[in-house]
């Protein structure tokens, strides 16, 4: 089990970038598979993008490519998602999560939460 605090959101106008980071706690960084997932209010939690240690272990959203970018520092042990090109759609809370090894696509199947960090993006 790892401990994961996100960081990095906050209220930005259409158009502007924000940074998340996702810093785990505990060993054997490298064998987790993080993802972020986002929660708008009324809707379900939704995967974003997700990274293993290799570049085959990757996803990122179709609703997302191309603006959100996923990548890691592993001597931080931290995840960070740069996006870009915010709208008002993209207003939610982002979730950090981490499982072993393999990518998941659904939230349950992950093992390991972050407390969320909120973004909202005003028009």
């Known amino acids: 089990q790892v401990h994961l605090e996100e960081s990095g959101g906050g209220l930005v106008q259409t158009g502007d970038s924000l940074r998340l980071s996702c810093v785990h706690s505990g060993r054997m960084f490298s064998n987790y598979v993080t993802a972020w997932f986002r929660q708008a209010p009324g809707k379900e939690r939704e995967l974003i993008s997700a990274?293993?240690?290799?570049?085959?272990?990757?996803y990122t959203a179709p609703s997302v490519e191309g603006r959100f970018t996923i990548d890691r520092d592993n001597v931080k042990n931290t995840v960070y998602l740069q996006m870009n090109k915010l709208k008002p759609d993209d207003t939610a809370i982002y979730y950090c999560?981490?499982?072993?090894?393999?990518?998941?696509?659904?939230?349950?199947?992950?093992?390991?939460w972050g407390q969320g960090t909120q973004v909202i993006v005003s028009s």
């Open positions: 999560a981490a499982r072993l090894f393999t990518l998941g696509y659904r939230d349950s199947d992950y093992t390991d």
């Open positions: 990274l293993g240690w290799t570049a085959r272990a990757t």
